[in-house]
């Protein structure tokens, strides 16, 4: 295609490409990297960035000529039982009255940085994450609600987001119909694997009338959107059993599948020491499984947003990337990607302005933090120009595969191909395999490249040669 025709084919087609599975060439690109849901990665996080430097960046976002929205994301770190492939920071316990401590820390976080925030900055996105949110009963949970609605502005607005992350073993239709009650719209669901087989090995039995259960309590009581998680890569994980199980993800008609890949870190996460890794799937079944959810879930109707995403064709999630508006956040795709993340519990990470920052990870530094007054952020990150003149450009490519080099360009008073000269060395192998086209004027990511989103990304990262991809990031597929 000549630049002229490349240039015109990017304008009048605004609609992402469908990808193309390539087994041989995902398998030569397979390599481990960064999921991008912030840039620069967690492992650029330091010390240096301390609750002296959160109070200032607050203030400073309060103060820009139209200040952003909020989105506040809690972790509840507790769960009843181990998942053996679980990466997550989290407690576990059968012991609910461990929630009562850890809660009476999380209000005195919401009481110290809420009325940092000012009051006409609105939450229109909430997010609880875990652990297992659906740990604290109903009775904890409004409790929590009350207390984030007296220290920060919650949106009215009907398009507000406000989602749970729900264990469906421990959640039933009255729980899903009282957490309605209290504002929440959005559910996520994990399954995993229905298999017993893959269950077993995982330390995870859920049958599919659990998780059927859960959902349909969610559209009964008017939930905007449930979606429901998948890992590929399991032990004992095959073909002929994912595609079951692909079958009944199906029939319960969730609006969004997440289908991650089951990054193998042993020396990482501790409860994965519990995986027989001779059970895990060779590289090949590994790509095959993925190829089989690529192929079931779009025959089924679901769009393939990204990553690990899909959504139904008339999906905000779909709506948006068509309309050039998607962003990517610690969430993952969204829709609100525009907001001011506020971390709330342990181990949780807010974005606020042009900074990021984190938690302390256990309860204990958690705790003492809190017991002295103090907001618990032990690290972080204040954002330099090349980093945000990055994170918006791996932004572009990840959330819209393609890239207007001149606009770019003058909207940072920069040369782009001069700017970014090694970037562009570094993309031309994958331009030559087919995955990028560049032209004077644009990059655009081709049918070829969209699985492999998160390698062309890596090439316009200028942090890598300072961390260890392998140990540290999962693999791209």
Same mark, same amino acid.
């Not at 009215?156 to 992350?165: D, F, K, M, T, V």
């Not at 991650?260 to 079944?285: C, S, V, W």
């Given at each position: ?6 240039? /015109? ?45 959160? @109070?200032?960046?607050? /203030? ?7 200040? &952003? ?39 005195? $976080? ?8 000012? @009051?006409? @900055?609105? #939450?229109?996105?909430?997010? !609880? ?6 740990? %604290? ?46 504002? !929440? ?8 694997? !229905? ?8 330390? &995870? ?9 859960? +959902? ?19 032990? @004992? ?12 993800? #199906? ?5 969004? #599948? ?6 193998? %870190?042993?020396?990482? !996460? ?8 001779? $059970? ?25 947003? =990204? ?19 998607? /962003? ?14 506020? =971390? ?18 256990? +309860? ?5 933090? %809190? ?11 204040? %954002? ?33 191909? $001069? ?52 140990? &540290?990031?999962? &693999?791209?597929?």
């Amino acid at each position: 295609m000549t630049d002229a025709g490349f240039a /015109q084919t990017c304008v009048m087609n605004p609609i992402i490409v469908a990808p193309q599975f390539d087994p041989a060439l995902i398998a030569r690109y397979d390599l481990a990297g960064p999921r991008y849901t912030s840039y620069p990665t967690a492992p650029q996080f330091n010390a240096d960035f301390n609750e002296t430097a959160l @109070r200032a960046t607050i /203030q400073a976002s309060n103060e820009e000529p139209i200040p &952003r929205p909020l989105s506040l994301y809690v972790h509840v770190p507790f769960c009843m039982s181990p998942c053996f492939y679980c990466g997550c920071n989290r407690v576990i316990t059968r012991d609910t009255s461990k929630a009562d401590h850890y809660l009476e820390r999380l209000y005195r $976080e919401i009481e110290l940085i809420g009325p940092l925030f000012d @009051r006409d @900055r609105t #939450v229109r996105q909430l997010h !609880f994450g875990g652990g297992t949110p659906n740990f %604290l009963d109903i009775t904890r949970m409004r409790d929590l609600m009350g207390s984030l609605a007296r220290n920060f502005s919650f949106s009215r607005e009907a398009s507000r987001e406000y989602g749970i992350e729900i264990d469906p073993r421990f959640a039933d239709g009255a729980y899903v119909r009282e957490l309605a009650e209290l504002g !929440f719209n959005r559910i996520s669901v994990g399954i995993q694997d !229905f298999d017993p087989a893959v269950q077993q090995a995982v330390n &995870r039995i859920q049958s599919v009338e659990q998780t059927r259960e859960v +959902l349909e309590a969610a559209r009964a009581a008017s939930f905007r959107s449930a979606n429901v998680d998948l890992i590929y890569g399991l032990p @004992r994980q095959t073909v002929d059993g994912f595609s079951h199980t692909l079958d009944q993800v #199906v029939a319960l008609e969730a609006d969004r #599948v997440a289908v991650y890949g089951y990054a193998h %870190l042993p020396k990482m !996460f501790k409860p994965q020491r519990q995986i027989n890794a001779e $059970e895990l799937p060779d590289p090949a079944t590994r790509l095959a499984l993925f190829g089989c959810a690529l192929e079931k879930l779009s025959a089924a109707g679901y769009v393939y947003i =990204g990553m690990d995403h899909f959504a139904r064709a008339d999906d905000e999630l779909v709506q948006a990337q068509r309309a050039g508006t998607l /962003q990517r956040n610690f969430q993952g795709y969204s829709t609100h990607g525009d907001c001011d993340i506020v =971390g709330l519990g342990a181990s949780a990470i807010g974005r606020i302005g042009d900074s990021y920052s984190q938690n302390a990870r256990d +309860l204990i530094g958690y705790y003492a933090a %809190l017991d002295a007054g103090r907001l618990p952020v032990v690290r972080g990150l204040e %954002l330099v120009e090349d980093d945000l003149i990055r994170r918006e450009l791996i932004g572009e490519l990840m959330c819209h595969g393609r890239l207007d080099k001149h606009a770019f360009g003058a909207r940072h008073e920069l040369l782009f191909d $001069e700017y970014f000269a090694q970037a562009r060395q570094r993309l031309h192998p994958l331009i030559g395999d087919g995955l990028v086209l560049e032209s004077p004027r644009e990059i655009r990511v081709t049918s070829r490249g969209r699985l492999l989103l998160r390698n062309i990304a890596m090439c316009f990262d200028a942090y890598l040669d300072d961390v260890a991809p392998a140990t &540290r990031f999962s &693999r791209v597929i």
